[in-house]
């Protein structure tokens, strides 16, 4: 069997505290929510943190709220929670598409919102649908409050752009734009979902009061070292009308700009056919949510 | 009311779902070490120097034992495995130095502190290479190992030949309208085990002898192989095995048990637990052995098969572990369940460096089937026969001769394939729901021998108090061994089922029994229980005729109870043991049953050895949905019957087939232990995939009956024949869905979406050239 290592744990009950005790440690702490990451690489040897700083005594970060129109999710917020919102479900079909399809339930009981920017990995389920709803990452640390777009909080695989001492507090999402629709669809390696994505894909449509696509957002899951925006393919769906054709090219373009890589889950030549075939199924799903939106009942 | 076909629930199920029930991995003894291994980061290296001086300082740590300090071998074909990497290693994973130490985290702190400087060696990756006339020596010394009396290669990496030949095979090709050759591969699979690898062994000082409490699925054999590579007594050595969570074959040699044997040895009185994590048990314990399958098949333009010609080649591994048998009577089942006038095969094993394999449920059928049945579907494209009809067309039938001339009795040949294709509607074509998904229909059948001759004994004791007690090595690895014998010895005596108990086996009071594989546990036991019970029964009754001063002969012992003929219910067999009084007495039978001398097994001249005891045909019928643009298979529904005499637990061959059905989709689909410069590079379970539940088709499980004239109370076996047809069901599904045929596993969904794109164009190409002329 892998045992832990012997680690210094602490259990701060304010964010203050945990904030304090990471920056002190430097970047030698680690925060854990829901550890199904965090325990994992520990218990292989991958990460071996000498002082792990547990989150999950500090009140008021596992609540999903409305904030100016919009949605504020804690960080603690349990994959398993937005998945039985019905604020998430309503408002943001993207992110709740990936909240049912990540992992199985056991480990969305367990595993974080939170956790899951903080891995900062380019498979991850929560990144991709985040952009496509323009979400806000609040961060707390040594230095105070600030606000992160959510497409500049990674930096390469593994990586953010939180500097030690800082932890997630929550991301806030705007409201959803009226005429919109958004999707969200993966494939792992055992074909499904409930697996890492081999590739992730979400899509946002908004469209105008001629019905053309006003705005158009797409973003990807493991086809690049960090949660990738499909900006020319998005660009090329602009002022079109949301036709088949169109969502075509698009999804072509998207799967030419995506970077993937080969590792031992697939191939890059594979992970761009699956790119360009989940980014048309997502516009197709985006659209018909719009559609549906726009049709005055 | 008796006990056998009744569809009882399983006599461990509340032990179980409790969680009272003993696994190897809950054993704690009175001062027990822990164990950790370093294990070598080399595919092929020399050890050049080993340091352990700052593992030995490790707080706790109690005992360090390299190669050096057990200077024996071990394995059941060929003694050519050290219990730790002495001079060479040969795969990524293989045990070099072992710390115990008082907790298992001292032992792993203090393993990460050895020092162990190598000398990279060329490494042998896969077996094509491993056959170079060039190729590095995995063993230079094959040639002095001791061994069976197995053909092998010396001074090659060839470990194993074996040859069968039946019939005119020339004649047979000659007769031929059509001679189809292909090749077909099958991959390394972990048998991902619910219950890791683990071992507890104490060495004992003054007999010289060991204990080992492990979960194996053979106690007798590896006490066998345990003693015969310390040089001791068999009797030196004490194997006890409670509950095994799950073998699948590869619960079967020394794993954990060499590390905790080593570790033993230096640490004597105090017994020793070494427990495989899952990185190691996927890496670096025994995968199932990959095939390449090279066909050759004769067949008339009507479907008729003339003959078939099999070539094996078998990457083996580091060392020959328990592989050995499965390439020598593996390919048997390539020839199918059907009629073939001339049939031969040659099979080959090799070394190589990569971690060992051996035996993974059905012993090579897997494999087997997986080329046989491909191949079959091919032949009835090309020749525009029904996938179904040339089955039956070629089809055994009871009294047909087997391979070796054997007359096949005691089996329902044709059922199982009859009754699948009728559950998945065979012939209708279900519409797909959307443009981009095809659907397609696949069969596959197989057939199965089972080890023959081998033995089993068992002893049966009536406590005081009325209860039966089956002594037998015949563990439980979660197939349901513990229920069918309960009920079989239920029956044999006439006690209630929960009258019945199996103690965990062990060596040292279980009379001997051969392995609890080869789908042998239900017939083989079950025939020694049949008999002992029937003399227990007699003591029992001559016991009651005595005290109640009756003729036995007008007695009758049903459900626990004596019964007098015309009076009635006279005492329960606790109450006529207990009027023993202080005197006190047990009722004791012991029985062996071997299939070794059975009329059954007569075959033509020389072709005896091959002979089995009993076959177990089964069939599967696939039902598929293929995404065209993704390449992804969704299995929607199998329907699998096998063929198992009379079930003694109905639900428990049904769950056998689902099972079965579940293993055989995942390795169809999913399952590859994929070897990157020889180290595995998806040896975690988020990279290595098993099926889940989510994967899990609609199954319909069917039972097949037949009348076996030696099988007890009619029962064959079910446990392996259940797994290999579900991959070449689905193969031939997919080939009936979108027109491609793909001969490697697993069809992953890269693979299906390349076949998918060649085919496409393909048809490009052909409708250009057509348009052309
Ligand atoms: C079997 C299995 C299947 C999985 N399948 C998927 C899947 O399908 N899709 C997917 O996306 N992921 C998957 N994962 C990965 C993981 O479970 C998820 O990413 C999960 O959301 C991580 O959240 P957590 O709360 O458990 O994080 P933890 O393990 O607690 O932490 C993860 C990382 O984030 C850091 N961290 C945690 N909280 C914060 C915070 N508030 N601020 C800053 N950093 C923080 C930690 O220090 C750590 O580095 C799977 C994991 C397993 C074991």
Known sequence: ?297 | MTSVGRRVPRVDAVEKVTGSAVYGADLALPGMLHGAVLRSPHAHARIVAVDIARAERVPGVRAVATGRDVPFTFGASIRDQPFLAVDRVRFVGEPVVAVAADTELQAQAAVELVDVAYEGLPAVLDARSALAPDAPLVHPDLHAYPRGNHEIVEHSNVDTVARFRHGDLAAGFARADVVFEDEFSAQALSHAALETHVAVAAYHPASRGYTLWTSSDRPFQLRGELAAALGLASSQVRVVVGYVGGSFGGKNTLVAEAVAVALARQAPGRPVRVELSREEDLTASQARMPALVRLQTGVLRDGTLTARRAEFLWDGGAYASNAVGVAVRGPKAVFGPYRIPAVEYESRMVYTNRQPTGSYRGYGTTQAAWACESQMDMIARRLGIDPLEIRRRNGYEDGDAWINGQVMHGLNAREPLERVAAAIGWGTVDRAPAPHLRRGKGLATMIKETATPTSSNVVLKVEQDGRLVVLCAAPEIGAGQATVLSQMAADAVGVPLDAVSLPPADTATSPYNGPVASSRTTFHVGNAIRTAGAEIRRKALALAGDLLEVDPADLDLSEGVVVARGVGPRATLGELLARRGAEGCSLVAEARYSSAGSPLLAADPGLGSVSTIFWMISAQAAEIEVDTETGVIRVVRVAAAADVGRPVNPVGCEQQIEGGVVMGLSNALFEDLVLDGGRIANGTLADYKVATLQDVPEIVPIIVESDHPEAPFGAKGIGEPAAAATAPAIANALCDAVGVRITDLPLTPARVLAAIEAERAREVAAGGSTNRS
């Not at chain 1, 990471?22 to 199904?36: I, M």
């Not at chain 1, 071996?48 to 005594?57: A, E, F, G, Y």
């Not at chain 1, 070292?225 to 900006?231: D, L, N, Q, S």
């Not at chain 1, 020319?232 to 088949?244: C, D, F, V």
Request: charged share 20%.
């Open chain 1, 1 to 297: 069997m892998n045992r832990l290592r012997p680690f210094v744990f602490h259990q701060p009950t304010t964010l203050d505290e945990a904030v304090r005790i990471l920056a002190a440690e430097r970047g030698a702490a680690r925060p854990l929510a829901g550890g199904t990451d965090l325990v994992v690489d520990m218990k292989l040897g991958r990460a071996r943190p000498p002082v792990v700083v547990n989150l999950k005594r500090i009140r008021g970060l596992d609540r999903i709220e409305p904030v100016d129109g919009g949605t504020r999710i804690g960080a603690l917020v349990r994959i398993a929670a937005i998945q039985a919102s019905a604020i998430v479900r309503e408002r943001y079909p993207a992110l709740w598409r990936a909240s049912c399809t990540l992992a199985t339930p056991p480990i969305r009981n367990l595993a974080t919102i939170g956790g899951n920017l903080g891995r900062g990995s380019p498979a991850g389920d929560m990144a991709p649908p985040l952009i496509v709803h323009g979400a806000l990452v609040e961060v707390e640390g040594p230095g105070g409050r600030r606000t992160v777009p959510i497409q500049d909080l990674h930096l390469g695989p593994g990586i953010t752009c939180l500097a030690p001492g800082e932890v997630i507090t929550a991301v806030v999402l705007p409201a959803p734009p009226p005429h919109g629709g958004s999707a969200f669809r993966k494939l792992g390696k055992r074909g499904g979902g409930w697996d890492i994505a081999l590739v992730g894909a979400a899509a946002g449509l908004v469209l105008g009061g001629d019905g053309a696509i006003a705005d158009a957002r797409i973003a990807l899951a493991s086809v690049a070292p960090t949660p990738f925006r499909a900006r020319a393919a998005e660009a090329a769906l602009r002022g079109r009308p949301p036709s088949e054709e169109h969502f075509a090219r698009a999804a072509g373009i998207a799967a030419e700009e995506a970077r993937p890589i080969s590792d031992v889950r697939a191939s890059a030549a594979y992970r761009r056919s699956l790119a360009r075939v989940l980014v048309l199924r997502t516009l197709r799903d985006a659209a018909g949510l719009a559609l549906d939106a726009a049709v005055p009942r």
